[in-house]
């Protein structure tokens, strides 16, 4: 079974930086496709960034590119998101997810019911 946990959320003022981990275990991950969601307070669930775990390719919301980088260690069965330049709208709480059903470039649209989700780890700017 896939076992997703987040870590490295916090409160920080706009322009700062933060970076998420999400480590992963219950199997392996070569083909799979992982990635980051996020949901604010009163608002839907919003696709961020998601990854390729064997080629590495990446993907980005709207919203987040440019300042975003998703990034994976192989070695580490871990999952990381940069975050750079944040603004108070990028406030929300941020899940890990990974699926075998869908690749990275498909995972803002896959069913919420075909992605393994972790608990969240909530992300407050400041401005």
């Known amino acids: 079974q896939v076992q997703l946990v987040e870590s490295g959320g916090g409160l920080l003022q706009a322009g700062g930086s933060l970076r998420l981990s999400c480590e992963a275990s219950?199997?392996?991950?070569?083909?799979?496709?992982m990635g980051w969601f996020r949901q604010a307070s009163g608002k839907e669930r919003e696709f961020v960034a998601s990854i390729s775990w064997s080629t590495g390719s990446t993907y980005y919301g709207d919203a987040v590119k440019g300042r975003f980088t998703i990034s994976r260690d192989n070695a580490k069965n871990t999952m990381y998101l940069q975050m750079n330049s944040l603004k108070p709208e990028d406030t929300a709480v941020y899940y890990c997810?990974?699926?075998?059903?869908?690749?990275?470039?498909?995972?803002?649209?896959?069913?919420?019911?075909?992605?393994?989700w972790g608990q969240g780890t909530q992300v407050t700017v400041s401005s």
């Open positions: 219950g199997r392996t991950f070569a083909g799979y496709a």
């Open positions: 997810v990974a699926s075998q059903y869908t690749t990275a470039q498909f995972m803002r649209v896959m069913s919420p019911l075909r992605l393994n």
